[in-house]
């Protein structure tokens, strides 16, 4: 039974990753890591393709073996969350709303930019 449900947390956490891919507002990467980490417990099959995957698989394991980020994905990841900080901007019905929103990504911005690069 615990299988199954690290198993749905895995698949569900792919899907809600992909969607992100195509949402600003929606983050991809940590749906991505959630996802391989819920599959190292519910499904193998699903953990051997997302290591296997050309664009998740090497950040996946430079995140789980040392905490790395590469400087492409922290400058990808910046550049969505500033997009979704402008439109958070825009489009919030309050103001306080929007702040609370783009104060976090910052946050998560600073953190982001401080992980380490993995070696060459």
Known sequence: MTRHLWALLAWTSLILGIIGAFLPVMPTVPFILLSAFAASR????LRGWLLAHPKFGRAILDW?????????????????????????????????????GIATMAL???????????RQ
């Open 42 to 45: 519910g499904s193998d099959r």
């Open 108 to 118: 998560v911005s600073v953190w982001l930019w401080r992980r380490p690069e993995p």
């Open 64 to 100: 789980e073996q040392n905490g790395t980020v590469s400087r492409q994905a922290k400058r990808l990841a910046i550049a969505m969350m500033s997009v979704s900080s402008v439109s958070m901007a825009i489009f919030a019905p309050r103001w306080w709303m929007a702040a609370i």
